[in-house]
């Protein structure tokens, strides 16, 4: 060999060493990867998650995410939602967030889905009263009364009795995933104690109808209040006027009973 031919083997060695050198500092760099990488662990979605489910181990998986595009209600491992319930349905790839989960402490799935101060009541409804069968879970509703007055020539009145109630089931379902009509036979409601109170009162006086709202709709007018009835107090009754007792001279006594005045001769 010449000395040209060693120069240039000596060459590709050095080359060689050096690019093996880069290249294990790279992979040393990228496998020992700092926590302050600017990534995080993330929980999403693998499947469709339908408003009522319990969060099982299939639902769910863990992404690296840039730390400024994950919210701050974020999971950052797969066990702290399993066993919660979804208040609102979740599509594939979805970021599982706090503000759409909920406890489950017991019981039905559908008790853990009532906000803490509201209540749960069940209302019997048919094909008209149920929208036509287009009333779904998560849809907004009022509930109007409809009763009977006036006796045998009676006439119907109606009213507005509650305004934007969330929908928390049809029949036994709680379930967002259908979009087709479907006659139902009952309708659970989300509401207050007191508006509780009124619809039970409604239902025993007369019928009543659902009327579906639009989403956006969420402007509500206030309930008008029952007049109290003012009961006036009897008059009361006259007393009786005491006669007053004149005399008079020559043995009379005049007596004066209100307007009237009488003599009287008294002999003694």
Sequence with gaps: MNSRTLMLIGL???LGLGAALLANNWL???LNAS????LQNVVVATLEIPFGQMVEAQHVT???MPKDTVPDDAFDATDKVLGKIATFAMLRGDIVRGARLAEHLGGSTLASLIERDKRAISVRVDDVVGVG???LPGNRVD???TKQTGGSN???EAETILEDLRVLAVDQ???TDKTQPVVVRAVTLEMTGEEAEILVKAQSEGRLQLALRNPLDNQKKPLAEAPIAMVEKPAPAPQATKPVVRRREGGGVTIIRGTEVEVAKVQL
Aim: no cysteine; net charge neutral.
């Design 28 to 30: 040393s760099a990228r």
């Design 154 to 156: 009676s006439n119907a």
């Design 143 to 145: 509930v109007l009364a």
């Design 62 to 64: 863990l992404v690296r």
């Design 35 to 38: 926590p302050d990488d600017n």
């Design 12 to 14: 590709s060695l050095i």
């Design 133 to 135: 069968g287009f009333l």
């Design 173 to 175: 379902t709680a379930s």
